[in-house]
């Protein structure tokens, strides 16, 4: 799985009206946007995902917008059709409806900034969902308080899938569709199609203010996928797995981070940690209202754990933060190991398997499976991650062996 976001919302575009009819033919109808939701089962279980947690911090929830769809539903056939994981489009490539996804916004009826997070080669939508969400950048696209509708489009050809989230503030786009400016004083302008509006920053900011709450937390009242691994920009090159990110969002408040800390449930501390913020933060993503925390370590499978963050507040008030959460199951049966175990397997029955890391470097990659007669069925689901189940027919016993040389045995139970 390749996640990739960018994070922003204002800044200089380029309009490419010409390809409206290859979009609406896509479409199949652009329609005006708005809208309770998809009709599509997959994209229906996003926005219920999303809002779920939107909601329970304090956030608007997504309204679900046609025209955003067509541009992300056009990205997701660019990036599949031409093997490429990228928010940008060239010209002459097959399906380029536009540069940018503020472009493609455009070019599919939407009037203002578009904020675009994707997914390649995810197995389904929850797990594009779940990667989306444990990958810090994409993470914050998802939850920042300044937008409030989503168009989510995908594409499968069969050998590989795209799943593209287009997203945007309504109130913004909105007043680019009735094309008149209301500047006074300070102005700002650049985030609608016809680049001559501008909009008082007064006006403009309480726009972007669309949510109450002072911060947002993840995780917090929904369950996690337990494991972070990989994102375009990478935000920690120097761990390829770790604990699903900690991260705290202030909305309109300038504070300074006193500490930042992770307990298990039994009040024990993980001190084997990085802490990203706007300073430390290599890829200069991060805004100075966002700080987010990697466990070396992954969490376990259905286990809470606590979280405390102290700062300092813009009135010189020192506060903390403390949040409970706790991380998902694999759905049905399932093992932990480490490596060395003999597992045994009800026939018929499909069963997760999870190689636990015993670093941060410590990926499974590959893995090969020795056994005598008919094999049985052996997937990769994941990072350090198979399904392994065994029919009536298939060999009784398998040797599972991992690329970086740990081993398992699982045969049929008795």
Known sequence: MKLLSNIFFTGVFFVMAAFLAGCANMQGGMGSGGGGGSGDPSKELALKTLNEIRVSEGLQPFAYNSNLECSALAHAAYIVKNSVVSHDELAGKLGFTGKTPTDRGNVCGYKSTVFENLTFDSKDMQDALEGLLSAIYHRFTFLTPRINEIGVGTYDDGRQRG????????????????????????????????????LSKEIYDKMLNLSETRFVLYPHKTPSAVLFSGEIPDPYPTCKVTANPLSVEFVDEDVKMLSFRLFDAKGRERTDTKILSKTTDHNKKLTARQFALFSREVFDFGAKYKASFVYMGSDGQKREIEWNFETMRPSGKYFVVHGGEKLQLKVGESYTIFLKPRNCNDLMGSFSVRYAGKKADVTSNGTNTIRVKFNEDSANKLEITFSNGKKIWVEKEK
């Open 163 to 198: 799943f593209v989230f287009n997203m945007g503030n309504s109130k913004l786009d909105e007043f680019c569709r009735e094309g008149k400016s209301l500047a006074s004083g300070v102005s700002v302008y650049g985030f609608c199609e016809n680049k001559t509006l501008s």
